[in-house]
């Protein structure tokens, strides 16, 4: 069964710092690029961040520098760390695992990130 689980949202005041987690289960995690959406009350789930199998980052142009995205291997785990945070970041954040070669995709159930302003 695969899992892929959240951790480190919570509520911040604007200009803050969080970090997230996502802890995976049931997949060769390092056949596997990762990745982090958000999803704003109203809107479309966006993309965050990603990391490819290789290590090679990709980021939504408003996050380039105030978020970033790795993977360790050895623990199955992906970060994103959120510097300078803004009101508008407010948003559950997923994370994605997806395998190209097999057509898998996996989700996990989602963190809440709140920033005050």
């Known amino acids: 069964q695969v899992q892929l689980v959240e951790s480190g949202g919570g509520l911040v005041q604007a200009g803050g710092s969080l970090s997230l987690s996502c802890a995976a289960s049931?997949?060769?995690?390092?056949?596997?690029?990762m990745g982090w959406y958000r999803q704003a009350p109203g809107k479309e789930r966006e993309l965050v961040a990603t990391?490819?199998?290789?290590?090679?980052?990709n980021y939504a142009d408003s996050l380039k520098g105030r978020f970033t995205i790795s993977r360790d291997n050895a623990r199955n785990t992906v970060f994103l760390l959120m510097n300078s945070l803004k009101p508008e970041d407010t948003a559950v954040y997923y994370c994605n695992a997806h395998n190209s070669w097999y057509g898998q995709t996996y989700w996990g159930q989602g963190t809440q990130v709140t920033v005050s302003s």
């Open positions: 990391v490819s199998i290789g290590d090679s980052t």
């Open positions: 049931g997949i060769i995690f390092s056949n596997y690029a």
